[in-house]
């Protein structure tokens, strides 16, 4: 029990610092939009997205294995 709640403190202090390492804004142009967000914001939402959709590609990739096999 102590080790998990050492392990979640150890990981919590590095996104901690990585959230300040990474607090500078950077400016995003995509066609006629411009957007201002953290560099921290920005890499957790990317990595979300990546993840999302990782999932989403491994569900269907299953699925249709057992859609073959039928």
Do not use: E
Not at 20 to 43: A, C, G, Y
């Amino acid at each position: 029990m102590n080790f998990k709640i050492f392990l979640i403190v150890i990981l919590a202090s590095l996104v901690l610092l990585f959230i300040i390492q990474n607090f500078t804004v950077t400016d995003i142009h995509f066609l006629f939009w411009t957007l201002s967000i953290s560099r921290s914001l920005l890499m957790l939402s990317l990595f979300l997205i990546g993840l999302i959709l990782g999932w989403i590609l491994h569900t269907y990739s299953i699925h249709s294995r057992k859609k073959v096999r039928i």
